[in-house]
């Protein structure tokens, strides 16, 4: 979930032309503290809830529900009309998580059978 999470917190900062230190400042954590959320290394962000949707503009179960673009905002061109490029970022980089979660499953899995 942290990985999830942290990749919609790195989208909605990105859409929103925000740095990590200015989303930091907002919630009154250390950048460092703030990237670590973003990478999927810790689980503070639910401490901080609340105030990230206030940040963003957007409910808790926004940031929580599994999207199939992980949370991606696409924008619209025209009424009607999805930026192609955006969605397709979104579903690579949905794929690229997938295969590293997986990688590390199977991994896990090697080292219970040698065990």
């Not at 990478?39 to 962000?45: I, R, T």
């Amino acid at each position: 979930m942290n990985i999830i999470v942290g990749n919609k917190l790195k989208t909605l900062r990105k859409n929103k032309d925000m740095s990590q230190e200015e989303v930091a400042d907002f919630l009154d954590i250390s950048q460092s503290a703030y990237a670590r959320m973003e990478s999927g290394e810790s689980h503070s962000w639910a401490n901080h809830i609340l105030k990230i949707c206030a940040i963003f503009d957007i409910i808790p179960e926004d940031l929580l529900k599994i999207d199939t673009i992980q949370g991606k905002v696409i924008r619209k061109e025209k009424a009607g009309e999805v930026n192609v490029s955006q969605l397709s970022e979104g579903i690579i980089e949905q794929y690229a998580e997938r295969i590293k979660e997986l990688k590390k499953t199977i991994k896990d899995l090697k080292k219970e059978l040698k065990v």
